[in-house]
């Protein structure tokens, strides 16, 4: 039930920070899963380096969507398209 919930949990994630930035974003239901999952883990990262939280305490849920946002835009910059 726990992986079920990531998933779902993952894919919002991934949906708003696709939605919160402009332009062409990659892949369909998976990669915005993988994008919403991957930015939970950076922003827990993160926060528990900037010591915005303890050892073993998730990110919340807007924390979540920037860290998806910053993949997504990390993303566009090292596979953007220079045919113009």
């Known amino acids: 039930m726990h992986l079920i919930w990531t ?3 993952g894919f919002f994630i991934g949906l708003i920070a696709k939605f919160l930035m402009p332009g ?5 239901f998976i990669i915005t ?6 930015g939970s883990v950076l922003a827990g990262w993160l926060g528990q380096h900037l010591h915005f939280y303890g050892p073993g305490q998730p990110a919340g849920f807007i924390a979540s ?8 835009f990390l ?8 045919n113009v």
């Open 7 to 9: 998933l779902i949990i």
């Open 33 to 38: 899963i993988f994008l919403g999952i991957a």
């Open 75 to 82: 993303y566009r910059i090292l596979f953007r398209n220079n």
């Open 65 to 72: 969507v920037v860290g998806a946002m910053i993949l997504l």
């Open 24 to 28: 062409r974003d990659p892949g369909g």
